[in-house]
C-alpha cells in the first residue's frame, strides 16, 4: 500500500477550504493513495495559555512545556482540533479515525533534553506503523495529533512537524507540509518568490542568512530528517490552493520540494 502523510498546520487547520478536505478524502478513489492526516495547532495553543495568562516560551521553536502546558497543548490538539478534522473528513466523505501517541501507545516519546531545561518536550522514537496501516486498510483515514507518550507514562508535547516525519518514516511515505504560504520563499528576490526545490545545503545557508526563519525552522528540519529515514520526498505546499493536493499526487510541480543533495559521479 502507498501511503502519504499529510502534515496540516496549526496556521492553516481552521482556514483550511472544505474542497481541500474533499480532496484528501478522494486521494485513495483516485489515485491509489492512502492519507494519514497528523496535524498541529500552535497558534489555538498560544491562545488557551495567554486566556490562562501562562507565560509562552519558545526555545529553538520549541514550546517550552511544562506538565500544564502539555496539558493545554494536549486539550487543544488531541482535543479540540483532532476531532474538528475527523468531522471535516466525514463531512467530506470520508471515515477519519482521530488519535494521538498515547492511545495504543502508537508514538513512544522521550525527552529532547534530558536535563529537563524545556520540560516535557519529546522526541519520538517508535511508531505503532502497523496500527496506522491497519486503520488505512479497513479503510479510515489515520487523523494523529502529535502529543506522545514516555514508557514511564509521562506525557510529552511533540512539534508536530517532527512527529509528521517520524511518521512518514514508519510508513516508508512521501510527506507534504500544508501551511498557509506557497513554499519556501525568499522576499530579498521578489515578495513571490517561491522556491520549486532546495537540497540540504541550500536549506542551511537559507536558515543561516535568516530568509527561513520561524516556524519554517522546524517544518525543514523535519523534512530533511525524514529524508535521511526511509522517506523518498518531502514537498512544502499552500493549503489556500484546493488544487496542490491533486497537482502534487498527479507528478505537478507545486511548493518547495526538499531534497538530499544530489549525488554527482565523477
Ligand atoms: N522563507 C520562508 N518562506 C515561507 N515562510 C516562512 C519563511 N520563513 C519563515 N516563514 C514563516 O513560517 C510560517 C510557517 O510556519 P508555521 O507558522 O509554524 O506553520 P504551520 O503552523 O503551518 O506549521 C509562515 O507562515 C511564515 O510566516
Ligand atoms: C514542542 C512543541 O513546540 N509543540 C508544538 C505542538 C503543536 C505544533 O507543532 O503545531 P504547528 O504545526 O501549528 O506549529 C506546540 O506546542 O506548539
Known amino acids: 500500500m502507498n501511503y502519504l502523510v499529510i502534515k496540516l498546520g496549526g496556521s492553516i487547520i481552521s482556514r483550511l477550504p472544505d474542497l481541500f478536505f474533499q480532496n484528501i478524502a478522494e486521494l485513495k478513489e483516485k489515485y491509489g493513495c492512502c ?3 497528523v496535524h498541529g495547532g500552535g497558534p489555538k495553543i498560544n491562545e488557551a495559555l495567554e486566556q490562562k495568562k501562562t507565560e509562552i516560551i519558545f526555545h529553538d521553536g520549541l514550546r517550552v512545556s511544562t506538565p500544564e502546558v502539555v496539558e493545554t497543548a494536549e486539550m487543544i490538539l488531541s482535543g479540540h482540533y483532532n476531532k474538528k478534522i475527523a468531522a471535516k473528513l466525514y463531512q467530506a466523505g470520508g471515515r477519519a479515525f482521530g488519535f ?3 492511545d495504543g501507545a502508537c508514538m513512544e516519546a522521550e525527552p529532547v533534553k534530558p536535563d529537563g531545561s524545556i520540560g516535557n518536550v519529546g522526541k519520538i522514537t517508535k511508531v505503532d506503523g502497523q496500527l496506522i496501516e491497519l486503520l488505512c486498510r479497513k479503510g479510515y483515514i489515520p487523523v494523529i495529533s502529535p502529543i506522545s507518550i514516555g514508557q514511564n507514562g509521562t506525557v510529552y508535547n511533540v512539534n508536530a512537524d517532527t512527529a509528521a516525519g517520524a511518521v512518514a518514516s514508519a510508513l516508508h511515505a512521501n510527506i507534504i507540509f500544508v501551511s498557509d504560504i506557497p513554499g519556501v ?11 520549486s526545490r532546495l537540497t540540504a545545503s541550500e536549506t542551511a545557508s537559507l536558515i543561516e542568512e535568516e530568509i527561513i526563519t520561524g516556524g519554517m525552522i522546524p517544518k525543514v528540519q523535519a523534512a530533511l530528517s525524514c529524508l535521511q529515514e526511509n522517506v523518498k520526498e518531502t514537498v512544502i505546499l ?19 520540494k526538499i531534497m538530499k543533495e544530489e549525488v554527482t559521479y565523477a
Open 185 to 195: 520563499m525568499n522576499r530579498h528576490i521578489s515578495s513571490t518568490h517561491v522556491y
Open 35 to 37: 492519507p494519514v492526516i
Open 100 to 102: 494521538s501517541g498515547v
Open 238 to 256: 499552500n493549503g489556500f490552493d484546493s488544487n496542490s493536493l491533486f497537482t502534487y499526487a498527479s507528478g505537478g510541480e507545486c511548493g518547495t
